[in-house]
């Protein structure tokens, strides 16, 4: 739900249309089915969506800008803000993505994180193979098929989600990895 364009000090928002909010509430909840309940609701309690989200950061020189962002985790609360974006693909590897971040962030005792260091991980990677592990992408998959250092990042992702709930196997994603169509178009009608 969204209730304010200064959701805090640091993140601002638009709200969306009425027209839209039906549609992302289905998507979210087609995406939420991909997790047993137990396990998101553990993790998060709100999901708030908005336009034109971001966060308000100071540059080198100290000067506060607001940066686009595609969503946020609220650390050390039970939520996350979305991005609505009229791609659905986009808008479902969001859902993913922060999803990822809040399941990180709650189940740290599952992840080893000098392991996953000595990986060499790019920044925020972990979330983003967490979004293609949900949502069909062709070329993350031929990426991992051609490179053994990113195939050992996502059996190391894959491990994360298989103590998460047993039925995380690599089984598991490879079917939830088949192309998929949105629930509803879920573009905003102004």
Known sequence: HY???????????????????NSVAIEIADALKLYPNDLTESAI???????????????????????????????????IILEFSDDPLLFRKTIHHEIAHKLLETYPM????????????AADEDAKIAENLFVY????????NHSKKLEKKVNFIIQFYHQLDPQFTKAYFETQSLPW??????????
């Open 110 to 121: 599952y992840f080893d994180q000098k392991t996953w260091a000595n990986l060499d991980p």
């Open 181 to 190: 169509k949105p629930s509803l178009p879920i573009g905003d009608k102004n």
């Open 45 to 79: 309690d709100e999901i708030y969506i908005g336009r034109n989200l971001k966060i308000s950061t100071k540059d080198a020189s100290g000067k506060t800008e607001r940066v686009s962002v595609p969503g946020v985790n609220l650390q050390n609360s039970q939520k």
């Open 3 to 21: 209730k304010d364009p200064k959701i805090s000090d640091q993140i601002f928002s638009d709200g969306l249309s009425k027209g839209s909010t």
């Open 137 to 144: 992408d062709p070329l993350f998959w031929d990426r991992v």
